[in-house]
């Protein structure tokens, strides 16, 4: 079960030294991290972050992969200058520091980057993943805004996110086994919900042995046991958006 004390209680795992290929920019009121394939494409992807902010070298990491596969990939800053979760924070404070972050309060900044995306990239085809805090983000923007092709949610925190499961474009859902925040009866009443409520393509698959934020948080080389399943969901994750966009 999860950690009641520690309401999302997310270990950084391994930080990434990463310096990442891309680029900061403003966009609007708020500021992002953007890196373009080498070629023109019309296909981008919007990269929510995860409780620890716009600049974990991470999730850089990602948006980078997603640009060597061909998308313009940003990384906008959802929490708008305020300060992204410190594992020195005092986890009784979580649920407060939570209330001026909401997933579900995202859209303002949503338009501007898909503004921005539109007029500035050239981009016609837009997709959104998000991790942890990102990963129920992304659930609220599927529901909402049926301009994104595709929606890849990695270990969204389920109980950030709304009951209602009409998605509106294919989402796919990435889960670990072993995640202290998302216990598996959670995942399964989502899967309900989803049938129940789900029109368009949907996936929801569950890696074993996996801890929560093992697709970006987890390095190969410290982690070997977990790198195919580290693998196999960015592979999923990279086929998902490839099928759709």
Same mark, same amino acid.
């Given at each position: ?5 520690? #309401? ?36 981008? =992807? ?10 974990? #070298? ?17 990384? #906008? ?34 338009? @501007? @980057? ?13 997709? =959104? ?21 595709a929606g @890849? ?7 950030f996110t ?20 998302? #216990? ?15 029109? @368009?393509?949907?996936? =929801? ?41």
């Amino acid at each position: 079960m999860a950690n009641e004390e520690k #309401p999302c209680p997310c270990d950084i795992g391994d930080k990434f030294e990463y310096e990442g290929h891309g680029q900061e920019i403003s966009v609007g009121h708020i500021k992002a991290y953007i890196n373009k394939p080498s070629h023109s494409t019309d296909k981008a =992807v919007i990269v929510i972050h995860d409780i620890f902010g716009w600049q974990l #070298p991470n999730t850089r990491y990602i948006a980078d992969m997603l640009a060597s596969h061909g998308y313009t990939a940003i990384c #906008p800053d959802f929490y708008k200058g305020q300060e992204p979760w410190k594992l020195s924070n005092d986890w009784s404070a979580f649920d407060d520091w939570l209330k001026t972050r909401d997933s579900k309060n995202i859209n303002k900044e949503t338009d @501007v @980057v898909l503004q921005y995306l539109k007029e500035q990239c050239n981009a016609k085809k837009i997709g =959104v993943i998000g991790f942890c805090w990102g990963g129920a983000a992304v659930h609220h923007l599927m529901l909402k805004y049926s301009i994104f092709k595709a929606g @890849v949610s990695l270990y969204g925190v389920i109980k950030f996110t709304e009951d209602s499961c009409n998605l509106m474009n294919p989402t796919f859902f990435i889960f670990a086994e072993k995640d202290e925040v998302i #216990p598996l009866d959670q995942v399964t009443a989502l899967e309900q919900k989803l049938k129940q409520q789900c029109k @368009v393509e949907h996936e =929801v698959k569950i890696y074993p042995g996996q801890t929560h934020g093992f697709v970006h948080r987890k390095r190969e080389d410290i982690n070997p046991q977990d790198r195919p399943y580290i693998e196999e969901a960015r592979k999923d994750m990279l086929n998902w958006l490839s099928r759709y966009i």
